[in-house]
Each structure stands twice: as structure tokens, then as C-alpha cells.
């Protein structure tokens, strides 16, 4: 079942020789560019680590790798942030190093998946490094993340795992489908399950109601059209008036005062900035990227919001 993954050749081949290695315990990190399906492939890693049918390997289809794949898996534990948290605090690091130091479930490798890896704070992360120093016989620790901004002492301990996003031919999908989605395997995957329209034109003017709805129901179909009302207010950023971008700015905060979906400060800037990383990809206009990134950064700084939302479409 490796060969049939959307994955480069490399890390398929590292993944497998490591198998063969038959490790005792162990920490790998894996990372990539946002969009790669880095999760899922931390879960296949852990289905051929424990797959009683194929040797180094997993079949997909026994009952071991379905409990993994659907996450109910007794040895599998997942770990990262809840939404509306910012930091793994060290409860749950606590909590991971307690299961890790018990007897398996299963009586094969346990296996412990940390999402968001970078989130950690230092106590988090300094209590992880103990264990990561000296596993537990039959525990391995899967790092993810899109970043190598994490504490060095981990990084230095862990097997490195890089992980190239797919391009269009990998995933099946034109360049045109495959650079909609900014190449997001993950997106790309389900749209081509689902074969939603790429054609129909969405407004500018209705950006909020686009978030308003990819917020509540968190489907395809909806960040679509978020995507493509941002595509649109691109193309007609130059007739748009002043008055025009601060309706926009206004309902976007709306939908952002709504504590039904966005549960504390923390998960507001963090939309905010998935929305302005959206534009400044999808921009590709010198004269804006510039100042837009700057007006990126300076949210990450712990600017005011409405401030920095406001002057980045102002700007645009």
C-alpha cells in the first residue's frame, strides 16, 4: 500500500527502510508545506508499524489498520490543539508521558501523533524531550508540523521526515484545479471525490456570508466560495472603492464577533491570518505582496485586529 500514497519516492522508500530496521522506540517529525497531508501520513506510518498481514508494510483493510484510520485504535493517541487553544500546555504532555509509560493495549507499538507541534510552550516542550531522550520500549512519537520552528533540543532527537507537497500531475488534477486549491492535497483529494464547480463566479461584496458558512458547516463547497470571492475582489481591486473595502472589513468582523464560531481572541487572529495568507498568495501583484506581508507580520505581533484587518484591505 506504500506505493499506491501520493508521496514522493524518497520519503516512501525512507519510510519503508526504517520499517525493515525493526526500532524498538523512536521520534520522527515529519514536515511540509501547508496543505500536505501530513497527518495522514503520520497514520499510515502507524498502520505499517502495526499491519499483522503485510511485513513493513499495512493493507488497509485489515481490522488493526481500520481502527487506526478511523481513530479508535487503543495503542493510537492523538495530540495537538483543541480549537480556540493556542498552546499544547503541559497537562496534556503530562497526560501523553503517563500512557506512554503504561502497558499496551494491544501488545504491539504504541504510538503517540503530536499535531501542532510548533504550539508547544517550553514546559510542554522540555517535558517531551525527557521521554523522547529515553523511550518507553515499543513507543514512537510522530511529530507534525508545517514549520522547523520548534525547540532545537527536539528537532536534534528526532528523525527528520521532509515531506514535498504533490504537484498537479501527482494529484491528477490540471494546473489550473491544482493552483485553485494553492495545492492542497487534502482539498484537491475531495474535490475530485466530490467534482464541485470551479466555473461559477462568486462576488466579492459577499465575502463574510462565504466565511459566515465555511465557519458553521466547515465543507468544500463553502471555502470554494471563499475563494473564489477573494479571486474576485483580486481581479476588481482597482475599481473598488474605499467605502466598498470597509463594508467588506465590517462583515468580516462580524462573523468573526460570533462566539458560536470563533471561541476566543486567539482563534480570531488565527482566521485572520489564514485570510490574509489567502490573499497574498493568490495576489501574485508585486506592488501589494510587500506591504500586505508586512501588515501579516505586524498582526502576529499582537496588533489589534480590527487595526490590522482594516489597514491590510485599505492597503490592498
Known amino acids: 500500500m506504500f506505493d499506491s500514497l501520493i508521496f514522493g519516492d524518497e520519503v516512501k522508500l525512507f519510510l519503508k527502510n526504517e520499517l525493515r530496521q525493526n526500532k524498538e522506540a523512536g521520534t520522527y517529525f515529519f514536515y511540509g508545506d501547508k496543505g500536505v497531508d501530513l497527518l495522514g501520513l503520520a497514520t499510515v ?37 483543541l480549537q480556540g487553544e493556542s498552546k499544547i500546555g503541559i497537562d496534556k504532555i503530562k497526560n501523553t508521558i503517563y500512557k506512554a509509560s503504561s502497558s499496551s493495549y494491544e501488545g504491539k507499538k504504541k504510538v503517540f501523533i503530536i499535531k501542532d507541534i510548533e504550539s508547544m510552550n517550553k514546559y510542554s516542550a522540555n517535558a517531551l524531550l525527557k521521554i523522547m531522550e529515553e523511550p518507553p520500549k515499543g513507543t514512537f512519537f510522530l511529530l507534525v508540523s508545517n514549520t522547523l520552528n520548534i525547540l532545537s533540543t527536539i528537532l536534534s532527537r528526532s528523525i527528520v521526515v521532509k515531506v514535498d507537497k504533490p504537484s498537479a500531475k501527482d494529484l491528477g488534477v490540471t494546473e489550473e484545479v491544482y493552483n485553485f486549491f494553492m495545492g492542497s492535497m487534502d482539498e484537491i483529494l475531495e474535490w475530485k471525490e466530490e467534482r464541485l464547480d470551479l466555473n461559477e463566479i462568486r462576488s466579492y461584496s459577499a465575502l463574510g456570508e462565504y466565511l459566515n458558512l465555511y465557519l458553521v458547516e466547515k465543507k468544500l463547497k463553502h471555502k470554494i466560495d471563499l475563494l473564489k470571492g477573494i479571486d474576485d475582489y483580486i481581479y476588481n481591486v482597482e475599481r473598488i472603492k474605499k467605502s466598498e473595502k470597509l463594508s467588506i472589513v465590517f462583515d468580516l468582523l462580524f462573523v468573526l464577533q460570533d462566539d458560536k464560531l470563533v471561541e476566543n481572541k486567539s482563534h480570531e487572529r488565527k482566521i485572520i491570518e489564514e485570510l490574509m495568507h489567502i490573499f497574498i498568495v493568490r495576489s501574485k501583484t508585486p506592488k501589494y505582496t510587500e506591504k500586505l506581508i508586512e501588515l501579516k507580520q505586524e498582526l502576529m505581533h499582537n496588533v489589534n485586529i480590527q487595526i490590522a484587518l482594516t489597514l491590510f484591505f485599505l492597503n490592498f
Do not use: Q, R, S, W
Open 45 to 81: 506510518f502507524t498502520m505499517a508499524m502495526n499491519c499483522p498481514e503485510l511485513e513493513n508494510d499495512y493493507c488497509g483493510v485489515c481490522e488493526v489498520c481500520k481502527k487506526i484510520k478511523h481513530g479508535n485504535y487503543a495503542d493510537l493517541e492523538i495530540i495537538g490543539l
